[in-house]
């Protein structure tokens, strides 16, 4: 069972300090100018501008770190909401935007891709994790989206032992230009990973940031 921990309990400390120590110096700046105020030569006056200056500084700073204050507490509410999200696609079946998909130990993997536009000739290419070409077929030329499913066999006839493997998609019109694919995978979501402080949806095909989920079904 996976459990969704929020940790936002620091996410304004850095600009609290900021903010503490601009109210430090803001009231040392105030005193030394009552001081100086105070004590200036009633025939050589300070010029004013130059404390108007100074003190139109302070305020800016201080509405920059009021806005980086409120920014890390909106950061910190979508990172929680994004948690409550990836923890509820647990145990759920999802698609997700990949060309990478695992062999299982029933010697099949399956892909969906699709095309924006038809394509005069579509060529399907399989790489395994060292990068090498273990298979290809002619792909589906019509717009749309298209299955392929791979029965784990080289291009030799040989079984490929389970693991991950990715899907290329080599699609031209007929003027020659690329027809460029999005290909999807399907999974299992397993777990869900918030060490990185992005929820990372862990699956079959294997782990991706929230963002790549695509669908989800029950």
Do not use: C
């Amino acid at each position: 069972m996976v459990t969704a921990v929020q940790n936002t309990s620091n996410y304004g400390t850095q600009a609290q300090t900021s903010a503490q120590g601009l109210a430090d110096n803001y009231q040392t700046f105030i005193t030394l100018l009552t001081a100086q105020l105070q004590n200036q030569d009633p025939l050589k006056p300070t010029d004013s501008n130059e404390f108007v200056q100074q003190l139109t500084a302070f305020s800016g700073v201080e509405q920059q770190i009021r806005a980086s204050d409120q920014l890390e507490k909106l950061v910190a509410l979508q990172q929680g909401a994004a948690t409550g999200t990836a923890v509820s696609y647990l145990g759920k079946s999802v698609t997700l935007e990949s060309p990478t998909q695992r062999l299982d130990a029933t010697g099949n993997a399956t892909w969906s891709y699709s095309l924006p536009t038809t394509a005069t000739a579509n060529k399907i290419s399989i790489y395994d994790s060292a990068g090498k070409v273990v298979f290809t077929a002619k792909g589906e030329t019509k717009s749309g989206i298209h299955s392929f499913e791979w029965d784990g066999k080289s291009a030799e006839g040989d079984r490929l032992p389970a693991g991950n493997y990715r899907m290329v998609i080599d699609a031209s019109d007929i003027s020659g230009e690329d027809v460029t694919a999005s290909i999807n995978v399907k999974g299992t979501v397993k777990a869900v990973d918030l060490s990185s402080g992005t929820p990372m949806v862990e699956t079959s095909a294997g782990a991706f940031p929230l963002e790549r989920v695509l669908r989800v079904d029950a």
